[in-house]
């Protein structure tokens, strides 16, 4: 593993890529001008602005879209690649992707959703990534500032070992008490599913679990989770942390069934995933959860 990673520094240039759904144009031009009001310079890669000739879903062809990451990394003049939204299309790449290049290039990367996808391949390797608001959605929608604010602030400084991240939790948060340490793992809930039996699946044998998703059915939440158990992930895990899951109906009563009973700390409430507000948190890290203080901390430096 090569940790830390230098913290942005103003004046530095990041790439923003799309390795999965498109936007309108009007959108993608708000972005440069996004990173520009924090003092760094973006580079917007093809993909960004482009749509798959078949499905409309997906930002570019696969090949375009898998170059635009290749490229970011390669590029010794990118000190960060940014995703610009999630939606569908990360996973399509995972069996192409140059691993040792971005081995040989790491960096920060930041995204969350269905770079859940690629940020397990990161894992995997030893590299640590940041589930975190993406600049061509969550950053730029209106409202959402504080969001943009704190995740500058969070990349632009050192995150030394021993460094709390401590937010507010949500009001109607509950935990099992207890205190565990592991490295800090997951992401979107359907697709970390979804990668199970595959072998980019999350590592979970002692891990941190992190885990919120968006727009499901109590009973696909309840599928989703009974997936993850039978498959033994609930039971290799340390601890858990619970993001937002802004479903339809309250999914507490499903959440607790699956892992309260497992005698593992829980926290509940975190404020990352497809709700406001959305602050990063460093997957791949190796940190300490305790549910009694409502914190994680990082157990090794991952920005100098």
Sequence with gaps: MTLPYRHLRHGDLVAVIAPAGPLPPERVALVEPLFASFGLRAR????????????????????????????????????????????????????????????????????????????????????????APMPGSNLVLDGNQADAVALFELLMRPLPA???????????????????????????????????????????????????????????????????????????????????????ADPTAVLREHLASLGKPVLTGWPAGHAVPNRALPLGAQVTLDADAGTLTLDQSVLA
């Design 44 to 131: 917007t890669y093809p993909s960004c602005h482009a749509r798959h000739p078949q499905h409309d879903f997906l930002a570019g062809d696969d090949a375009t879209r898998l170059a635009d990451l290749h490229a970011a990394f390669a590029d010794l003049g990118v000190a960060a690649v940014f995703c610009l939204r999630g939606g569908w299309g990360s996973a399509r790449l995972l069996d192409r992707i140059d691993a040792a290049l971005l081995r040989a290039h790491p960096k920060p990367f930041i995204g969350f959703s269905d770079i859940t996808a690629l940020h397990a391949l990161l894992v995997h390797q030893g590299q640590v990534g940041f589930h």
């Design 162 to 248: 021993g460094y709390p991240f401590a937010p507010a939790l949500a009001p109607q948060a509950w935990r099992v008490p207890g205190c565990a340490s592991g490295i800090l793992v997951g992401g979107n809930l359907s697709l970390v599913a979804a990668l199970l039996g595959t072998p980019w699946a999350w590592p979970v044998q002692d891990t941190i679990l992190f885990l919120e998703d968006v727009s499901e059915a109590l009973y696909r939440v309840d599928r989703l989770l009974t997936q993850l158990r039978l498959a033994g992930v609930l039971a290799g895990a340390r601890g858990f942390v619970l993001g937002s899951f802004t479903e339809s």
